[in-house]
C-alpha cells in the first residue's frame, strides 16, 4: 500500500527546474557525428546555467556552440544561444514549463528522463532539434 502511494507521488511530482535538468555531461553519438554538451553553473551568476556543444565528424571540422539556461526578466526560465549572431548576439526562448501556453516567439523544450536529455526549439518555422543523447562522465 504505501509502495502504491510513493508510486503515484513520484508519477505527480513537478518536473525539476531546466538548470538541474541539463546539469553535467551528455553524448549523442551518430554514425557520422558525435555530439558532447557539458553544462555547468556559471560562477559569477547565480541560477545560471552554461552549456558548450561540440560535434566531431569523420573528416569534418569541429563545430560548436554556447547556451544558457537562465531567469528571464519576468522570472521565467529562459534557454539561451549565446553569441548567435556574434558577440553579444544571444538568441533567448522562453522554455515550456507545462502542457499550454503560446508559442509566440518560440518556445524551448527542455526534456529530461532518467540518463536521457532532449532539448529542441519551436518556432513558427519549425522544430529544430538542439540535442537528443544520454548522460557521460565529466572528464
Do not use: K
Not at 525539476?16 to 535538468?21: A, K, L, T
Not at 571540422?61 to 556574434?86: I, K, M, N, S
Request: aromatic share 8%; hydrophobic share 35%.
Amino acid at each position: 500500500m504505501i509502495a502504491c502511494f510513493l508510486l503515484a507521488a513520484c508519477a505527480t511530482s513537478p518536473p525539476e527546474p531546466p538548470p538541474e535538468r541539463v546539469h553535467g555531461c551528455w553524448i549523442a553519438r551518430g554514425d557520422e557525428v558525435t555530439t558532447t554538451f557539458r553544462w555547468l553553473p556559471n560562477r559569477e551568476v547565480a541560477g545560471r546555467m552554461e552549456g558548450v556543444a561540440m560535434q566531431y565528424g569523420r573528416g569534418a571540422p569541429r563545430q560548436g556552440g554556447r547556451y544558457a539556461v537562465e531567469t528571464g526578466p519576468q522570472g521565467e526560465w529562459q534557454f539561451c544561444q549565446l553569441d548567435a549572431d556574434g558577440p553579444g548576439g544571444n538568441v533567448c526562448w522562453r522554455v515550456a514549463q507545462s502542457g499550454g501556453g503560446s508559442l509566440d516567439g518560440g518556445r524551448a523544450f527542455i526534456d529530461q528522463h532518467e540518463e536521457r536529455l532532449r532539448i529542441s526549439v519551436v518556432t513558427d518555422l519549425g522544430e529544430r532539434l538542439i540535442f537528443d543523447g544520454r548522460r557521460d562522465g565529466c572528464d
